[in-house]
């Protein structure tokens, strides 16, 4: 039989709002096999490495996933999710497209969406609150 295990393991997780010079921000299709949260869309990011700063995260996962550069600008939001075993704490950071022609390495799909947009997608559990708050601030 299975023990549990009351303990419960946290996951450092940063993900960049890419915004484009009009406004739209960057969302990106998780592939149908992924363990986690198949087909669903996703503000791109990663897991935190050890000794690894959220800045220094969120430039290596958005070059090695997207092959893009990014400038990264203030942190937008925390908030975190529960899953199975463990919880997902999704640090949130504005960010700036500076230079690169996105390559997908990591996701099937990209679309830069309005704000207002983004209801119309499907986000995993730690992204709604991102989402919440983007929509709120249009108002």
């Known amino acids: ?3 549990h ?5 946290q ?3 940063v993900a960049a709002l890419i915004f484009d ?7 990106c299709k998780r592939p149908a096999y992924d ?3 198949p087909d669903l869309w996703e503000f791109p990011g990663g897991k935190i490495e050890s000794g690894e700063t ?23 939001l925390f908030s975190i999710a529960s899953m199975e075993n463990s ?7 504005s960010c700036c497209f500076l230079s ?16 207002s947009e983004l209801l119309l997608y499907r986000f995993p559990p730690a992204d709604i609150p991102v989402v919440n708050k983007l929509i709120e601030e249009q108002c």
């Not at 295990?5 to 393991?9: A, D, I, L, V």
């Not at 010079?21 to 969302?27: A, K, Q, T």
């Not at 390495?105 to 990209?110: I, L, Q, S």
């Open 1 to 3: 039989m299975k023990s």
């Open 11 to 13: 996951i450092d997780v």
């Open 35 to 37: 363990k986690h949260f």
């Open 87 to 93: 919880d997902i704490a999704l640090h949130t950071y």
């Open 54 to 76: 959220h800045v220094q995260c969120l430039m290596r996962e958005i070059s090695e996933e997207l092959e893009i550069e990014i400038m990264v600008n203030e942190k937008f």
């Open 100 to 115: 690169g022609v996105l390559n997908l390495n990591a996701h099937t799909d990209f679309k830069w969406v309005a704000k």
């Open 21 to 27: 010079s009009c406004g739209n921000v960057l969302i």
């Open 5 to 9: 295990n009351n303990e419960r393991n």
